[in-house]
Structures are given as structure tokens and as C-alpha cells.
């Protein structure tokens, strides 16, 4: 089991937000709400039970993955917009033998491929993308672009979860933000550091309100979607020269 997923919770939702704000930092008003981010309340992890019928073999992995979704299951609702979140009563995680996917989640079930954790057993990341999902459990209706959702999920998991992981390459030339997962990711942590700090809460409140519109990134950054791409490669561009 990864050191972090046995820290207290406390601890951990200390590390996660703390930040260090320079003084030239401030805006004229004095205002930090750029530059730091507020945590949500507090929410209680689930009940979080596992299924090995298909897969015995992979019972041990499994309960480290249950400790694991336990032990962040409230850290992550404190990263994410959840105050009128209600957490499901219960967490399954049903290992199968193999399926088309590493993981995939719906509802409150997190189904995990055997053959995948088999050949990746330090791959935990996987599991807290998932349960990212569990959490956003979007209301239908309204704007809710697939790649925003996927790679919110990756950003809890690349540079909240695992911080200290290389990070992935994004090539400038041939991505785009809509690519999601992991380029998606890449660029709302940029985003976050850049301009707000409190910009993945406001993305996903609106989610989960059927208000989200691309203009939400103007409104929070005061450069439209598409210009914040375009500052965001460019830098990459620089930075590989």
C-alpha cells in the first residue's frame, strides 16, 4: 500500500491545500481568492465492500484498493465542489478477470481488471480516478463535455493523488484540451497554478448545477478557452527549446 493512502486524513487535507503565496501575489484589493483554495466540508467515506468471486487471486490487491478509497473517499469530496453532495451508502469494487478497460465506473460500483492490476499492481492511481467518478455523479441535463469530466478525474488523481509521479508529455503541435485525460489534466494544472487556484471546484460545481459553459474559463482566468490553450502550448513550446 502507497505510504500516502495510510496518512491520516487530516494530514493529507493539510498537504493538499496548503499553499505559499508570495506577497507580490496579491491583487490591488489584497484578495487571496485567486491564489489559494478553500476545502469542502468534510464528507464520510462509504461502506466500501469488495467482489473476488471472478478473480480470488486478486483479494489482496483488492483490499488495499478498499483502504485506499476509504482513506481518500473524503479528501477528494474536499478538492471538488460537494457541499450538497450526498456520498453513496456503499463502494463495491468487483475485480473481473478481464474487461476492454483497466476500470471502469457506474454508480456506485468500480469495476477493476484483474489481468491489468496483475501486470500493474502498484497502479492505485487507476482506483482513485474511478472513485473521482463516484464522486462527480453529474445530474443529467445540461453541458457536460466528456473531456472536462475525464480530466478533472486525472487531475485529482495525476497531481493530487500522485504529485510526485513524472508527468505526462504533452506535445504542443498535435493536442488539443478536448483530448481529455491526461493532456486535459496537464492543462487544468497549469490553468490552476497560473491563473485559480480554486478553478477545478468552480469547473466542477458548475458540472454538477447543469450550468457548465466554456465561458466559465474567462470568467475565472480573464482569457477565453481557447487563448489559455494557446499561452499554455506556447509555453510548452518555449520550454523545449
Known amino acids: 500500500m502507497p505510504r500516502r493512502a495510510r496518512l491520516g486524513a487530516a494530514t493529507l487535507a493539510a498537504a493538499l491545500c496548503l499553499q505559499t503565496v508570495p506577497a507580490h501575489s496579491l491583487r490591488f484589493d489584497g484578495s487571496l481568492s485567486r491564489y489559494v483554495d478553500s476545502l469542502a466540508a468534510a464528507k464520510p467515506a462509504p461502506?466500501?465492500?469488495?467482489?473476488v468471486r471472478s478473480?480470488?487471486?486478486?483479494?489482496?490487491?483488492?483490499?488495499?484498493?478498499?483502504?485506499?478509497?476509504?482513506?481518500?473517499?473524503?479528501?477528494?469530496?474536499?478538492?471538488?465542489?460537494?457541499?450538497?453532495?450526498?456520498?453513496?451508502?456503499?463502494?463495491?469494487?468487483?475485480?473481473?478477470?478481464?474487461?476492454?478497460?483497466?476500470?471502469?465506473?457506474?454508480?456506485?460500483?468500480?469495476?477493476?481488471n484483474?489481468?491489468?492490476?496483475?501486470?500493474?499492481?502498484?497502479?492505485?492511481?487507476?482506483?482513485?480516478?474511478?472513485?473521482?467518478?463516484?464522486?462527480?455523479?453529474?445530474?443529467?441535463?445540461?453541458?457536460?463535455?466528456?473531456?472536462?469530466?475525464?480530466?478533472?478525474?486525472d487531475y485529482i488523481r495525476w497531481w493530487r493523488y500522485e504529485p510526485e509521479a513524472p508527468r505526462p508529455r504533452v506535445d504542443p503541435d498535435r493536442a488539443g484540451y478536448t483530448d481529455s485525460y491526461r493532456t486535459t489534466a496537464a492543462f487544468l494544472a497549469w490553468a490552476v497554478y497560473r491563473y485559480d487556484r480554486g478553478l477545478v471546484r468552480k469547473l466542477d460545481g458548475a458540472l454538477r448545477e447543469r450550468k457548465y459553459r466554456p465561458s466559465l474559463f474567462e470568467e475565472a482566468t480573464g482569457k477565453t478557452l481557447d487563448a489559455l490553450w494557446t499561452e499554455y502550448v506556447d509555453g510548452l513550446r518555449r520550454a523545449a527549446r
Open 55 to 112: 478473480a480470488p487471486e486478486a483479494g489482496a490487491w483488492a483490499r488495499k484498493a478498499a483502504e485506499l478509497v476509504r482513506d481518500w473517499f473524503p479528501l477528494v469530496c474536499g478538492l471538488l465542489a460537494t457541499e450538497d453532495y450526498r456520498p453513496p451508502r456503499g463502494i463495491r469494487l468487483v475485480l473481473k478477470p478481464d474487461i476492454d478497460a483497466p476500470a471502469y465506473a457506474g454508480g456506485d460500483e468500480i469495476t477493476i
Open 114 to 153: 484483474a489481468r491489468w492490476i496483475a501486470q500493474h499492481p502498484d497502479d492505485f492511481g487507476m482506483v482513485i480516478h474511478e472513485m473521482t467518478h463516484v464522486i462527480q455523479h453529474y445530474p443529467g441535463g445540461g453541458d457536460k463535455p466528456g473531456w472536462l469530466v475525464e480530466g478533472i478525474a
Open 47 to 51: 461502506r466500501v465492500s469488495i467482489d
